[in-house]
């Protein structure tokens, strides 16, 4: 169709072309005839073409643009038709499947399929829950008398981890105690146990964190006071000797060397003793060592009250020791050793002991409930 639109416009164009390049012919005149005189040019009566060709091409174009529209209209409702035809097709074929009894057997056989693979995998759940709750009460029956045994352990770990430290003062004992009964709880694995292993952290945190003295240091420094008791001088075996007599000259009569000589001998043979205080009996040899020995065992005495932790005995000690000091030996020689034994004394032993019998008693009523629940479920 655009082929013979521009076929017709070519030849229109053409024929425009030809028609004002013609020239106005002329009448032939032939020899000897005179020529006739000129008549006035006629008027000619069809329209001149010369403004008439830009708008005939401007409507050849419309009339081009018109029918190419119309075409492509008439292409698209074919279309339009084409899929109208193949969608009717198609609900006629989907109705007739619908129709059809094979694919509706078809559609029962598989709803009652998997109706039957629903009720077989409820069965099998039934199955195996009921399998897993054989299973634990069979474990729970085997594992009974281990677990009642364990327990037992665990409980008299407690008891000595109690004992331990209220009684001896043993921190470590104590800890290492608490951490071996909570290495068994954890090996038991009961989960009714939690609240039992919460206690038990609780407890030996609270055991960690007691101040300790400096029992230690107390001990070494006693341990040397022991060793300086031995060389410490009693009261009364301090002795003052009275001037010496001047020699006399070598030309003094023989009387007065005679009696010097009798005089120097006596002095190895008599002491002379001053007191302000009244004069007590002066110790023998025996009783000086007893009393050395006292003093020694005193010191020794409380060093251990001090290793055990013993406040009262620790203090009571230091007390004899002082009293020991102040009676029978030289305050000069023996003040060192006074100073040093009060400031000993300046130590407390006392420890602000926690409570670890939560753990013991969450665990004394774990086994009712537990032997309950065996009576319920055999």
């Not at 008549?39 to 073409?49: L, Q, T, Y």
């Not at 998997?114 to 029956?141: F, H, K, N, P, W």
């Not at 020689?333 to 040093?340: F, L, M, Y």
């Amino acid at each position: 169709m655009n082929d013979n639109v521009n076929d017709d416009k070519n030849t229109a164009i053409g024929q425009t072309q030809a028609d004002t390049a013609k020239p106005d012919s002329a009448p032939e005149t032939k020899a000897g005839d005179k020529p006739a005189p000129a008549k006035p040019a006629a008027a000619d009566p069809r329209p001149s073409h010369r403004g008439s060709g830009p708008a005939g091409l401007a409507l050849l174009l419309a009339l081009a643009a018109l029918g190419a529209a119309g075409w492509l209209y008439w292409q698209f409702d074919q279309r339009l038709a084409a899929q109208d035809r193949t969608a009717d097709e198609l609900r006629q074929s989907l109705t007739r499947m619908e129709g059809d009894t094979g694919v509706a057997d078809l559609r029962r056989e598989l709803r009652a399929e998997v109706g039957q693979l629903r009720a077989d995998a409820e069965v099998r759940d039934t199955r195996q829950s009921a399998a897993e709750e054989a299973l634990a009460r069979m474990q729970e029956i085997t594992t009974r008398g281990q677990r009642e045994w364990r327990l037992a352990e665990v409980r008299h770990l407690l008891r000595v981890a109690h004992q331990r430290l209220h009684l001896m003062q043993d921190i470590d004992g104590t800890v290492d105690a608490l951490r071996a009964a909570d290495r068994t709880l954890a090996e038991i694995a009961d989960p009714r146990l939690l609240a039992a292993r919460e206690r038990l952290a609780t407890d030996m945190q609270a055991v960690l964190t007691v101040q300790r003295p400096d029992v230690d240091g107390a001990a070494l420094r006693l341990k040397m006071l022991t060793a300086q008791a031995g060389l410490l001088p009693l009261r009364g075996l301090e002795t003052e000797r009275g001037e010496s007599v001047a020699a006399p000259a070598e030309d003094a009569p023989w009387w007065q060397r005679a009696w010097h000589e009798v005089m120097q001998q006596l002095r190895t043979y008599v002491t002379v003793r001053r007191h302000d205080q009244p004069v007590r009996a002066l110790p023998d040899t025996e009783t000086e060592r007893l009393l050395r020995l006292v003093l020694v065992l005193r010191l020794e005495t409380a060093r251990l009250a001090a290793l055990r932790l013993d406040d009262a005995a620790y203090h009571a000690e230091l007390a004899a020791v002082r009293e020991l000091l102040t009676t029978h030996f030289q305050d000069d020689a023996s003040r060192g050793v006074q100073d040093e034994i009060a400031d000993l004394d300046r130590l407390s032993l006392e420890l602000e002991l926690p409570d670890v019998t939560g753990t013991l008693t969450l665990l004394e009523r774990q086994p009712a409930a537990t032997n309950g629940g065996n009576e319920r479920n055999p």
